[in-house]
Structure formats: structure tokens, C-alpha cells
């Protein structure tokens, strides 16, 4: 186990920048999640870790060991890939078994561990197959098995379940969780899937064009986005935004759009700090902080036109036009309303979010 801290981290390939002074502490035992979508640098950032790739600037150290200058075999550090890379010739026994190999453990040895994560992954019963005769969901156990023999003292998983079924992610989703939370092996796991974020990690690292944007619990990430970039990447649906403007001063201030004012409350004030009052802003509401009515709730609602509904199984979700923009309500699957008819939406005030219109920092 260790803690591992990037600090100041850099890494050019040639002239550009893939990672831009990374600044990240993963706690001793924790699972991290670094989070972004292609091209931000999430696998240059876990190649560094590994040693794979040349730190371009910028410190790595593993508890107190600076490691930049360590060979990846020297790391004590296991990965897992999307893509398994298993021994085709050699049966699942013999797979989980190379890295012991490699060390020149006794055979005991070898044995212990290797029954251990099969047991632990559940493939006892297929240690004497070879991988052509695995589903997908068996290989990438069979990968994971091997990386756990090693006894790493770091898990290194980049989207590893990324190509499987939904059903057979959702499954591997828990158990890599149960995993991780049973060895106590701090583990960084990289994804562009936000669900899988948020529904593994302690602590999640949302990275965009090489640059971190925030760093927080998944609750935190969820719930507090520190700016509209990441309010829009994480959630799903994903939040709404309008452009609106703020007016008022002192406590009484809106949020004004051409189909809607809302008044904030006292401590919205307090957070907007006067920086975007008499000026526009972008409201962010997330589809399940609107309700939906037929009829008008009160003068702070908005009103729109449905125009189509979507029913997601125990949800519906409802796409409202409101003037020239469209935005999302998620409601139950009983909501009767139809396409093309009037309809009003609420916002639940404790759960929506002010961005600065210009750089779109978060105001609350
Ligand atoms: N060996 C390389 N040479 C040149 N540029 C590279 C190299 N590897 C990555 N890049 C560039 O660095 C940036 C970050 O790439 P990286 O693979 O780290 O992103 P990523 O977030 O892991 O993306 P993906 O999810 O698609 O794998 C991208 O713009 C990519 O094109």
C-alpha cells in the first residue's frame, strides 16, 4: 500500500503539452478514479505512474520514494488494461502464475497465490482452461488475477472493463470495488465513463485538456462542480444550462431569462459576492432538480412546450422547449403530459447552480 502524490507533473510530447502541472494526493488504501474524456491525459498520467513514459517535469513519489527514475519493474506497481493481453498458449492457471514466475517464487508459493485471487475473483473452476475458451468478463478476471498475485503495493487499472456489455460492466463495476475495498491496495483506475466514477471511487480527478479540474469526493464532484465544464461531463442526463441575467442589489436579487426570474436566496447571494451581479450568467439545474406540472405551480415557474418524452425504464424523462432552448426533467413514469402541450417547471432552489458566464467558475 502507499500514498501517491504527482506533484507539479508535467508531460510534453514533443512541443505539446498532454498534462499540465498535475497536482494530485491519493491516500494510503484508496481507490481514485481519474476521470476526462479522449485526449485529456488520463493515460499519460497512469503510463508516468508506471514508468512507462518519461516524467517531462514534475515529481511522482510512492509514500516518501521519489520514484521518476525508477524502471517500471522496480515499482512494486501492477496494471490492468482494457486491453488483457493474455498468454493465448497457456491456461488460466499458468496466466494468473507469470508474474510469480518471472520473480522465481516457489512453487508453494505460487500455488497459494494463485488459488487465493482465483478464489477471490471466483474462476477456481477455470484455471485449467485457456483463454480462447473465456468470455470476455472471465478474461479481464483472469487479468485482474494476475495483477493481484503480484501483491502490488499500487493497482494501476486504465478502463478496464471499457469494451465489456453494460450488464457485465455494472457487475465488474462492484466487484473491482469489493476488491479493492477488501485488499486495501490503493488503486487508480482511469475511466471516460462518469458512472463508473462515481459509483467506484473514494476520490475522483476530473481531468480536461490535460489540466485538473477538480478533485473531490464523488459526492463533492456531484454536487459542488467547481465549474460548468465539469457540471456539463459528469451526470447523466446531463445537467441543463441557460443563459440568463442576474439583477437586484443587496438581498434581492434575480436570475432573470426571457421565460423565467427566480429569486436567489440569501446565501446564493452571499456566494455570488456581487462578482456577476447586473450581468449574465449561466444557470445549471440538473434534470432531477426540475419538477414538471400541467398546470402553473406558482409565478416562478417556467413554461415551455413538451416535446417529446423519453420513459427510461423508472424514470421519465421529459424535454421541455423553453423559448429558443431545450432542457430536461426527469419525472416518473406516469407524467401524462404529451408532445406539443403547455406545460410548467419548478426548480428546486437548494439544488441548482450559478457559473460565471465569462470563464464559468461556479458561484454556488
Ligand atoms: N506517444 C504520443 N505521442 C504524441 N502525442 C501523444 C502520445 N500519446 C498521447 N498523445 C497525445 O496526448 C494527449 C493525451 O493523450 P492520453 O492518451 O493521455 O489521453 P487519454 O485521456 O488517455 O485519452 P483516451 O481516453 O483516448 O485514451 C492527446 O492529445 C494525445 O493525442
Known amino acids: 500500500m502507499a500514498t501517491v502524490t504527482i506533484k507539479n507533473v508535467w508531460k510534453y510530447y514533443g512541443e505539446t503539452p498532454a498534462v499540465k502541472d498535475l497536482n494530485i494526493t491519493c491516500p494510503d488504501g484508496s481507490f481514485v478514479s481519474i476521470l476526462g474524456p479522449s485526449g485529456c491525459g488520463k493515460s499519460s498520467t497512469m503510463r508516468m505512474l508506471a514508468g512507462l513514459e518519461h516524467i517531462s517535469a514534475g515529481d511522482i513519489l510512492f509514500d516518501d520514494q521519489r520514484v521518476n527514475d525508477l524502471a517500471p519493474k522496480d515499482r512494486d506497481v501492477a496494471m490492468v488494461f482494457e486491453n488483457y493481453a493474455l498468454y493465448p498458449h497457456k491456461t488460466v492457471y499458468e496466466n494468473i502464475a507469470n508474474p510469480l514466475r518471472l520473480r522465481k517464487a516457489s512453487e508453494d508459493t505460487i500455488k497459494a497465490r494463485v488459488t487465493g485471487a482465483a478464489k477471490l475473483l471466483e474462476i477456481s473452476h477455470l484455471l485449467e482452461r485457456r483463454p480462447h475458451e473465456l468470455s470476455g468478463g472471465q478474461k479481464q478476471r483472469v487479468a485482474i488475477g494476475r495483477a493481484i498475485v503480484r501483491e502490488p503495493k499500487l493497482f494501476l487499472f486504465d478502463e478496464p472493463i471499457a469494451h465489456l456489455d453494460a450488464k457485465l460492466r455494472a457487475h465488474m463495476r462492484g466487484e473491482i470495488k469489493h476488491l479493492q475495498r477488501s ?182
Open 183 to 364: 485488499l486495501g491496495t490503493t488503486m487508480i483506475y482511469v475511466t471516460h465513463d462518469q458512472l463508473e466514477a462515481l459509483s467506484m471511487a473514494d476520490y475522483i480527478a476530473v481531468m480536461h485538456d490535460g489540466e485538473l479540474q477538480q478533485w473531490g469526493t464523488p459526492a463533492e464532484i456531484f454536487n459542488h462542480p467547481v465549474n460548468a465544464w465539469v457540471a456539463g461531463f459528469v451526470g447523466e442526463p446531463a445537467m441543463n444550462f441557460l443563459t440568463c441575467d442576474i439583477k437586484g442589489q443587496g438581498d434581492d436579487v434575480l436570475l432573470r431569462h426571457s421565460n423565467f426570474e427566480i429569486p436567489l436566496l440569501p446565501g446564493q447571494v452571499r456566494q455570488l459576492n456581487g462578482a456577476a451581479q447586473a450581468g449574465t450568467a449561466r444557470m445549471g439545474v440538473r434534470p432531477d432538480a426540475l419538477s414538471i406540472s400541467m398546470t402553473r405551480p406558482d409565478e416562478a415557474a417556467m413554461q415551455g412546450e413538451i416535446f417529446v418524452n423519453e420513459l427510461l425504464g423508472g424514470d421519465m424523462l421529459v424535454e421541455v422547449q423553453l423559448d429558443d432552448c431545450r432542457i430536461r426533467v426527469k419525472t416518473t413514469p406516469e407524467f401524462e403530459g404529451k408532445p406539443g402541450e403547455n406545460c410548467f417547471l419548478s426548480v428546486n432552489r437548494d439544488k441548482w447552480h450559478v457559473f460565471d458566464a465569462g470563464d464559468g467558475h461556479a458561484y454556488f
